[in-house]
């Protein structure tokens, strides 16, 4: 069974502009979060997408958006970027929603924000 | 600020002897717990859970131990090898998942031969 996709791999993109990431959950997982992953703050959860809703979300300012298609793949997207967004993005699928179900990551997105 | 910490940002162990990673929680609500180890260039690979109903639980060459009345947790890697060099994060579950996972900063565990 294939794991956790996400594309692109690496992003570089300029202050102002926008960017969306995708990610491709395991077969059958219908549960899909995103996490930052800075070296200052660490691992920070932004939001969850199940059964194409978002059902958490965290202490993301606004910029932060998601969404998630019919067959469980989502989307991050990014607007207005700043130099602090600059991060490796990464998303987790489970089976079902909430966080006490066992996630699995993807590689990330490393963007890069100059 | 992060509730859920590590004590040590490095920990440097000889090649097969028994490692141990701590880590404290400060939301006793919190109901799940993760150990989660991350190698370079990849994302955060599941290693071992346990609930709170829980205080040890074993794995293939780890064990976790959930002490509630500290509110620490404790990853054993038994046996460590070049294998296991990598960053260790825990991570809880507030709020039965409101909040997704709240991760500590993470421990760097170094193998040395």
């Known amino acids: 069974k294939a794991g956790v996709t996400q594309t692109p791999r690496y992003l570089i993109k300029t202050r102002g502009q926008q960017v969306t990431l995708s990610c491709s959950p395991i077969?059958?997982?219908?549960?899909v979060s995103w996490y930052q992953q800075t070296p200052g703050q660490g691992l920070q959860f932004l939001f969850e997408?199940?059964?194409?809703?978002?059902?958490n979300k965290g202490n993301f300012p606004g910029r932060f958006s998601g969404r998630q298609f019919s067959n469980s793949r989502s989307e991050m997207n990014v607007s207005t970027l700043e130099l602090g967004d600059s991060a490796l993005y990464l998303c987790a699928s489970s089976l079902q929603t909430g966080s006490d179900n066992e996630q699995f990551f993807g590689p990330g997105t490393r963007l890069t924000v100059l | 600020g992060e509730s859920v910490g590590l004590h040590l940002p490095t920990l440097s162990v000889q090649e097969g002897d028994n490692s141990i990673i701590n880590c404290a929680y400060s939301n006793s609500a919190s109901d799940y717990f993760i150990w989660y180890k991350q190698e370079s260039g990849k994302g955060p690979q599941f290693i071992i859970d346990?609930?709170?109903?829980?205080d040890k639980r074993q794995g293939q060459r780890v064990t976790v131990l959930l002490n509630k009345t500290v509110k620490h947790l404790s990853l054993q890697i038994a046996a460590t090898q070049p294998g296991d060099s990598a960053v260790y994060f825990c991570a809880e579950n507030r709020r039965g998942g409101a909040d997704g996972l709240t991760f500590g900063k993470g421990t760097h565990l170094i193998i040395q031969p």
């Open positions: 997408y199940f059964s194409e809703t978002q059902r």
């Open positions: 346990i609930r709170s109903n829980m």
């Open positions: 077969s059958g997982h219908r549960s």
